[in-house]
């Protein structure tokens, strides 16, 4: 009955305690013969490999990670990352089952003892503090009476669990295999450490104009076909759209300006109840601010004083100068209407100090480190003031060197602060001395050597405000602005783009939109148009009026891309300067064929430069960057060997190996050896499961749901 009832008193604690705990694991039916599945029930999200994502599971995970992380379940950002866990841990799943692995309960058990959340949690520990696996059991067992539906949440974590276990067998299995020897320690040695100087000319592909050089569409799409793999694609659109922006109008921000022009003085008002009149007082001559302010204005009133560097920049000046009682305004300040009026001044009503704290064995706050005693921290304040005072002395460096305050590495700068903020006797100092005032002040927290740096006025401002919105008017008329634009593009033989300059409306183009993707450019985020751009319904050339943020887009489907090879159109941006690269290397090679490398750098204005100490971890040659063709070329050279010409990432190269040196031999390279499978191993789980992705046949459906 204890467990039962802790269980009541903290079961959302606990409950998050092993959600969080289990995150990075999985286990499964030590605890429950029926583990959490999801039905292949309705339609499916995916299909990997011949494996149906069922949309009902999907959702059902995805409802779980909303709830825990807060996000909305239309989040596209948190879709994603549900497909992408599932996509990765079916892909493992299928070759643990391939392979007949499995985890037993004592294994399972050994995981949740390993994992600090649930170990170290005194609800599961025995009267020695261990982990105790009956209380674990217990707690579970009573969490299924008493509290379903945090039951459900542990039978997905248990599943989870056993997941990750697998998961971890299959990858240990596979780093086993990711060994290195002796020998290839030795060569990640040499590779590092072993060196060649060369004296070389560069040719640079930039000497060459591209317009010298022509590639034709025949020859991209050779290259494109020999490359396939590089230049394949992923289904994708094109629209343009027409923005209609929800905004004031002149009539709108002339109303607001009225509107909030008329609250400035008072006004007779008529009862008809009393059959009287009265006066009611304006901004300007209200006794009542606040009263006024919370009637009146879209922002409450502010009674903080603030300095000038605090007000709205453009007028600062203006509303500094202000006497009390007098108004500035109406004025705008960015999308509000605003009318200031100065109700008190403060003048040096904020101060900058810095200080150099001296604190001692039981003083407030003390650092417990802090052995001195309470005469020893008064002496070595004044040694520090005294210090502090001379003519050429560095405050800053004062207060890094000797302050055991946690403003010590900022120089002591306690930056601006108004009255009642510190500790009574520092304020009364701080305000109570001009500006450069060294001098030393004890509190509760120590001695502390102060400098009043700069003071500052300070001023309250009253402000009344109006946001400038647009009216039902102008928004009815955006409507039917956005409608209109909308039929006559459909209907007319012109094209969107010629209706929108006709209309001096602005077309927005987005290239390449992925089925997934969320964000357009200037709308945000906006699934629907993502969604019906790709809908089998919508047609090349369709035109369709969207509801967006602050108005709406008439937008138009104006290319489709199929999954598969790029047109030599999409791919030319990247082959091209590929191919103008090779071409200018064979045009180098041609018109320089015999020539030795002075008649080179002869011909082409440059000079024969050296390199030296080059290796082929880091092959890079000064003044020409990274060539890792041309370095690993002079390795297999002999010394004095010139070699022929070199395609090489910046231009053609020739050069001659004038000295190559060996690292000097280790009596064992297990060090080498030991990085290199570690470093192995550390890449077995992203390229394990990069590798099977792009092995498997896998069916991504997320766009029709989500």
């Known amino acids: 009955m204890a467990i039962l009832e802790n269980i009541r008193k903290r079961t959302t604690v606990l409950i998050l305690i092993i959600g969080m705990a289990l995150f990075a694991f999985v286990i499964s039916g030590i605890f429950t013969s029926d583990g959490f599945s999801g039905g292949k029930v309705g339609s499916s999200v995916g299909d990997i490999n011949g494996e149906e994502i069922s949309i009902d599971a999907f959702r059902q995970k995805l409802e779980r990670a909303t709830r825990t992380s807060g996000q909305s379940a239309s989040s596209m950002q948190l879709v994603n990352t549900i497909w992408n866990q599932v996509e990765r841990n079916t892909l493992l799943d299928q070759q643990i089952e391939a392979l007949g692995i499995d985890i037993e309960q004592d294994q399972i058990i050994e995981v949740i003892k390993s994992s600090p959340g649930l170990a170290q949690n005194p609800q599961f520990a025995d009267e020695n503090g261990q982990f105790d696996e009956r209380k674990f059991r217990d707690f579970i067992l009573e969490l299924k009476i008493n509290a379903p539906s945090q039951y459900e949440d542990w039978l997905q974590d248990e599943q989870a669990i056993i997941e990750n276990a697998k998961q971890q067998v299959y990858f240990n299995l596979v780093r086993a295999g990711m060994g290195a020897t002796l020998k290839e320690g030795e060569l990640d040695y040499k590779l590092a450490n072993d060196k060649v100087d060369i004296r070389y000319v560069r040719v640079p592909y930039a000497s060459i104009p591209d317009s010298t050089i022509t590639v034709t569409r025949n020859e991209i799409e050779a290259y494109i076909k020999e490359n396939e793999k590089k230049y394949t694609q992923e289904k994708s659109r094109d629209i343009q759209f027409v923005y209609f922006e929800e905004g004031p109008s002149d009539e709108d921000i002339d109303a607001t300006e009225a509107a ?151 120089g002591g700068d306690l930056g601006f602060f108004q009255e009642g903020i510190m500790t009574p006797k520092f304020n009364d100092f701080a305000f109570g001395n001009p500006v450069g005032h060294i001098g030393l002040v004890e509190t509760e927290f120590g001695f502390h050597i102060v400098k009043v740096d700069e003071k500052r006025d300070l001023v309250q401002l009253a402000t009344l405000t109006r946001d400038i919105q647009p009216s039902d008017e102008t928004i009815n008329a955006l409507f039917t602005d956005a409608t209109k634009f909308e039929m006559t593009a459909v209907d007319s033989d012109k094209s969107l783009s010629e209706v929108a300059q006709e209309n001096d409306y602005v077309v927005r183009p987005v290239n390449r939109l992925k089925a997934m993707d969320e964000n357009l450019p200037g709308l945000g985020a906006q699934r629907r148009i993502v969604q019906w751009a ?138 080498y050896s030991n990085n290199l499978q570690a470093s192995n191993a550390a890449r077995v789980a992203n390229s394990l499961v990069e590798a099977l992705k792009e092995k498997a046949d896998i069916e991504d459906n997320r766009s029709v749901f989500y």
């Open 260 to 410: 909030i022009t008329a609250l400035l003085d008072d006004s007779v008002e008529y009862f008809e109840d009393r059959d009287t009149t009265e006066t009611i007082p304006g901004f300007r001559n209200t006794k009542d601010v606040n009263a006024f302010l919370d009637r009146n204005s879209d922002a409450k009133y502010d009674s903080i004083f603030k300095a000038k560097s605090e007000l709205p920049t453009q007028f600062a000046d203006a509303l500094f100068e202000l006497t009390p009682g007098e108004l500035y305004g109406p004025y705008r300040d960015g999308d509000v209407f605003k009318v200031s009026r100065m109700m008190a001044k403060k003048p040096n009503g904020s101060v900058k100090a810095s200080h150099i704290l001296i604190t001692y064995q039981g003083a407030e706050r003390a650092n417990p480190e802090v052995t001195r005693s309470k005469e020893e921290a008064k002496q070595k304040a004044e040694d520090v003031l005294e210090e502090a005072l001379k003519q050429d002395a560095v405050f800053a460096q004062l207060a890094r060197d000797n302050s055991d305050g946690p403003s010590a590495p900022r």
């Open 534 to 671: 790709f809908s089998e319904d919508t047609n090349l050339g369709d035109i369709k009026r969207f509801d967006v943020n602050n108005g709406y887009a008439v937008v138009q489907l104006t290319a489709t891309y199929k999954k598969g090879l790029m047109d030599v159109e999409d791919a030319s941006v990247t082959v091209l300067p590929i191919l103008r690269k090779k071409k200018k290397a064979e045009k180098i090679k041609a018109e320089n064929a015999g020539k030795s490398m002075s008649e080179i750098a002869a011909a082409y204005a440059t000079t024969v430069s050296n390199a030296t100490a080059l290796t082929v971890k880091s092959p890079t040659i000064p003044g020409a960057g990274r060539e890792p063709l041309v370095v690993g070329t002079a390795f297999s050279m002999e010394v004095g060997k010139t070699s022929s010409f070199i395609s090489g990432e910046s231009g053609v190269f020739m050069f001659e190996v004038t000295n190559k040196e060996e690292a000097p031999a280790l009596d064992n390279y297990v060090t």
